[in-house]
């Protein structure tokens, strides 16, 4: 009888260790290591629901329901608060990008970096949007890590 107690209160004391999040980014990417290097995994999309089942860093484990697959998001990405997209409604557009969160993650957003160009006018962003232009692919990443015998922070490959 003590031993089904025990077992029952670690369960019981497991599943509340769990955490149901929603999507809080337009495209969420699920990587199979806590690393914005890791491979991806898949995709989620603003509002899915995850269950959080670990945390490293400011990285958060994941389990899709239906996906039947765990990998690692950002923590940045997910809100504890339950989204619920209506039809017809502006939700998601309202969401922020990847872009917008990797200019917020650098202190910028689109109206700052404008405002920046026109009290700068003398100064040649060609370069700079040219390289914003670049596309490199998950599996171009992870050659380039491996060829370079790379040990990224915060997770491996």
Not at 19 to 32: A, E, F, I, W
Not at 60 to 82: C, E, F, N
Not at 130 to 141: F, G, L, N, S
Request: hydrophobic content about 40%; charged content about 20%; glycine content about 8%.
């Amino acid at each position: 009888m003590v031993t089904l107690l025990a077992v029952f209160c670690s369960l019981t004391a497991f599943a509340f260790e769990q955490k149901l999040m929603s999507v809080q980014v337009k495209h969420g990417t699920v990587r199979s290591t806590p690393s914005f290097l890791g491979k991806v995994i898949t995709r989620l999309n603003y509002g899915d629901q995850v269950v959080v089942k670990a945390q490293k860093d400011s990285w958060s484990q994941i389990d899709m329901p239906g996906v039947y697959a765990m990998g690692w998001m950002h923590t940045s990405a997910l809100s504890s608060k339950r989204i619920v997209l209506k039809p017809g409604a502006s939700d998601a557009e309202q969401a922020a990008s990847s872009d917008e969160l990797t200019l917020a993650g650098r202190g910028f957003n689109q109206q700052v970096e404008d405002d920046f160009k026109s009290k700068n006018p003398e100064i040649d962003f060609t370069w700079v949007d040219r390289m914003e232009k670049i596309a490199v692919t998950q599996d171009q990443i992870q050659n380039f890590i491996m060829e370079g015998a790379l040990s990224p922070k915060g997770g491996s490959q």
